[in-house]
């Protein structure tokens, strides 16, 4: 696919789902150079290596990265900025740095500062992929195959080091294309952190009803479907919709605003403006359903 | 499963997801008696037909029930008052009917409308099943299969009539279980009615921001599964959450009022009471997954 050496030596900081997954796609695509994975207790670093997924499993970041040629920073947003400080004394000059981050301002400032003069070789970047699962043995080879890895480089990104990063997006399978940092927020902000709110606040409210056992027995398949991403980790998600603020506070300030309207016309009895809402929400997910498979679901 | 005798002849009123599932349920468990559909137009009358639905397809509700020993009403629930007015004349006097609405209350008020002294014979039912697809192609046989069915008889209701339209759901697959009327509604509200508003809002107000093209090229698969019952029939929908208003508003303003408060957290970079929601949804939606499953997904 590309005619670009392979790195020799990759350091993975953080082998849960996302970190994991690249590791065990890596390796299920034959790559040949060292794999060193950081982690973040000793129990960890044994089940890394227990499950093959790297060479050498470290609990220390700078440890991890020093002599490889390309570091891929795959830990929580909320730790990004304390990862970045720690491995930045002990990387090698030529190192390339990528992240996978689903907020890309808030680690692209924590990029600057730790990396300073280095930020030339940080490439931002975001796979659009994952599942409810989190941990070590969340991962699995195909996690990236055919999903979009969406790169945000900045003005002082080295064009190599770009294309060092989308190289081994490739490799894992992933259609990788470009965007502004500011824009990638904004449209992640709509289609993945709202929606993760959303999903986590239905659940906690009806958990938090009386009734709330015997209501999750009479739920269905569509509710499940739903409150899916409402599984996702609490802490992760918690740091994605802080971290990313500025982007989710205007979609769910409109999205509160619009359930506030379609309440109103509920307590009206008033069908017309429930019925415009629902026609167009399902006219634009059939349309999404079927530019994403190719057919109606 | 039972010894009653199996009715002579059902009548379906409405051969869609609902109503075209049971009757390819009866076909499949080889119902040997009389099986009419009603449908609304007579393109569906011999769609109905050419797919071996039914015996006899007829767009009269009247002409369908007449020697009917069984009616199920498997029309929308915004429908069933004008159904049940036009079938009641044509009821056999012993004939049993039952209903499939999402609401109950409203349905029961319908019934007691249009049969007046005969309302012994009507038994207020629920499946607890579906998909986000609809009309006369969109059943299969087994859609009851394992799914719970909710019957809401009231003091009226006959012991007999109850016992046959038990039986039915029973031969379908179906678990069957009573409630009182006005807790289904005040259930059902919470787990089925709020997220379908839910995930129209969220489509509805994405699909009229102005990126949203793009907004949806960059969407992921927890997206698809969180807005797949946004692609379900709108004015469907439009009537249920009208229908059953006086249990779908409390909930509805409570959810507004813990997003508000999430907005208020994250507007303030708080992440201690996001932390918190998160972690109750994640648990109760794990628990919610493990009863379901008897495993985690």
Not at 157 to 176: F, K, P, S, Y
Not at 254 to 260: C, H, P
Request: include cysteine; proline fraction near 5%; charged fraction near 20%.
């Amino acid at each position: 696919m590309s005619s670009r050496p392979e790195p020799e030596s990759i350091a993975i900081i953080g082998l849960g789902l996302i970190g994991g997954s690249i590791a065990r796609g890596l390796r299920a695509d034959n790559y040949r150079g060292r794999l060193v994975g950081c982690v973040t207790t000793s129990d960890h670093a044994e089940r890394a290596c227990a499950l093959g997924l790297v060479d050498a499993a470290v609990t220390d970041p700078a440890d991890a990265v020093r002599g490889a040629s390309l570091v891929v920073v795959a830990v929580p947003v909320g730790a990004m900025a304390a990862v970045l400080a720690d491995i930045a004394p002990a990387l090698a000059p030529d190192a390339v740095v990528t992240d996978v981050g689903s907020t890309k301002l808030s680690v692209i400032a924590d990029a600057k500062a730790a990396l300073g003069a280095g930020i030339g070789r940080f490439v931002p970047g975001h796979p659009i992929a994952g599942t409810e699962h989190s941990g070590i043995d969340a991962g699995f080879a195909t996690l990236y195959r055919d999903r979009r890895v969406i790169l945000t480089p900045t003005p002082e990104t080295d064009a190599d080091a770009l294309a060092t990063v989308e190289t081994l997006w490739q490799r894992l399978g992933g259609r990788v294309s470009e965007m502004d940092p500011a824009h990638h927020d904004e449209v992640l902000a709509a289609t993945s952190h709202l929606p993760h709110v959303l999903a986590f606040a239905l659940v906690d409210t009806l958990a938090r009803m009386a009734e709330r056992t015997e209501i999750f027995d009479y739920a269905a398949g569509g509710f499940a479907d739903f409150t899916r991403i409402a599984s996702s980790d609490p802490q992760l998600w918690s740091d994605i919709v802080t971290a990313n603020a500025s982007a989710v506070l205007p979609v769910l300030e409109r999205y509160i605003g619009d359930l506030e309207a379609l309440r109103g016309a509920i307590a009206a009895g008033d069908k017309e403006p429930l019925e415009a809402s629902f026609g167009r929400a399902k006219h634009a997910r059939d349309r999404f359903t079927q530019s994403r498979n190719g057919t109606s679901e």
